[in-house]
């Protein structure tokens, strides 16, 4: 029985979807975080734990997963010497094709077809690809490279708390939503040498804050919300007429976003855990390809 196993992995979490020859859906799985820039060996981790809560879904025992070929998109896998890090894995697989989290995530969603994607959630990238070019935005990683996403929100959100405490920044409804009886200094303590998937947890605090009136808050969404405006005209520019939104952050922009841009948005019309399996089916097709024609 030929089984797949498409994956999803981020910053926050991963996921796995696993599929049979026909395509119907076994099961699903969910995992830690598994972007390798953050933490090669967690990743790892995560992608088996995905992989096995879905054949555990799927009624089937972990020893199936030696008959699953997996396709795996990772966040910061344009990195080569990451990619070279996930490609050198000893895994259990049948089969291991690698991808960035963008490329099987534009496939899932426009069914390989042309389109673009913009993904913010606890990072930020894009990718639009037209007549199979690729235009890719972002994904360089937290702190240096995550302008609007939740990581880059929970961040501002504890810098404009922590000023607001010392009476050098503006009052905001922030600090009693993130310290929640905490003092600054042992806010300060969990979060100075964080990743970006704590700052994340954040991010919802700004929103809450911005629906009830908060001037720092409403600011920060502005600003990501004329960021993420950009990302999504410069794609459209590239030449894709349809592009989807990935995240919490970017779904929750959505509709304060200008009506000329909002019409550019469609819906997903797969997962990038679909997407995922199939690129991993093209890679398998190539492989087969190339063995019997060597020249």
Known sequence: MTLYIGIDGGG?????????????ILGEGWGGPANPVND???????????CNQALSNAGMDS??????????????????????????????????????????AVAGAHQ?????????????????IKNKKQFALGGMGFPIN????????????????????DELGPDTLLT????????????????VNAG???????APFVFEAADKGDTVANELINEALDFAAHVIARMINFGVANIALVGSVAHALYPRLPQHLKQHII???????????????????????????PQ
């Not at 926050?12 to 119907?24: I, M, N, P, V």
């Open 12 to 24: 926050s979490h991963c996921r796995a979807l696993l599929q049979d020859s026909k395509g119907k």
């Open 267 to 293: 819906s997903q019309h797969g997962s990038p855990q679909a997407g995922a399996i199939l690129l991993l089916q093209q890679a398998i097709l190539n492989k087969h390809s190339a063995q019997k024609d």
């Open 176 to 191: 009693r939503l993130i310290l929640n009886k905490k003092s600054a200094i042992e806010l300060a303590q969990q979060t």
């Open 63 to 104: 020893d199936s997963i030696s008959q699953c070929s997996v396709g795996a998109g990772l966040s910061g896998l344009h990195l080569p010497y990451i990619y070279d890090v996930m490609n050198a894995w000893n895994h259990p697989f049948e089969f291991l094709s690698l991808t960035t989290d963008l490329h099987a």
């Open 196 to 202: 970006a998937s704590v700052f994340a947890k954040y």
């Open 40 to 50: 090669a060996e967690l990743a790892k981790q995560s992608i088996l734990e995905a």
């Open 112 to 128: 390989g077809k042309d389109g673009g994607v913009l993904i913010l959630g606890t990072g930020f990238s894009a990718m639009a």
């Open 146 to 165: 995550a302008k609007a996403s939740g990581s880059w929100l929970g961040l501002e959100a504890i810098k404009a708390v922590l000023l607001a405490e």
